[in-house]
């Protein structure tokens, strides 16, 4: 090839038709020639639509707490959170004052 470019070849059949320059298309066993003589059997399927499943969430205890006892859990943390990001604002208001 002119432009330098080497080429990798399944077997010596594939490599002698490439060099002969003849077309993949008129060679019979090629998937060239399969596809432009629509030859292969296409299977088309039709896209099945995924379905939102709507439940209703239960929120059920274990390992010995009672789902009361989880919301009162998840409320205290979630306080917890809020102290937490005042105590950085705090600071960061003292590191300001410090500069």
């Known amino acids: 090839r002119l432009d330098g470019?080497?080429?990798?070849?399944?077997?010596?059949k594939a490599a002698v038709h490439f060099q002969n320059k003849w077309a993949p298309r008129?060679?019979?066993w090629t998937a060239a020639?399969?596809?432009a003589l629509k030859k292969d059997v296409e299977i088309t399927t039709r896209?099945?639509?995924q379905r939102s499943v709507k439940s209703n969430v239960v929120v059920r205890?274990?390992?010995?707490?009672?789902?009361?006892?989880?919301?009162?859990?998840?409320?205290?943390?979630?306080?917890?959170a809020d102290a937490r990001k005042a105590a950085m604002a705090e600071?960061?208001?003292?590191?300001?004052?410090?500069q």
């Open 5 to 12: 470019r080497s080429f990798t070849f399944l077997n010596r």
């Open 26 to 28: 008129k060679i019979c």
């Open 47 to 49: 896209r099945r639509h």
């Open 91 to 98: 600071l960061k208001k003292a590191k300001r004052t410090k």
């Open 61 to 80: 205890g274990y390992s010995g707490l009672d789902s009361k006892d989880l919301a009162a859990k998840r409320r205290t943390t979630s306080l917890s």
């Open 33 to 35: 020639y399969r596809r």
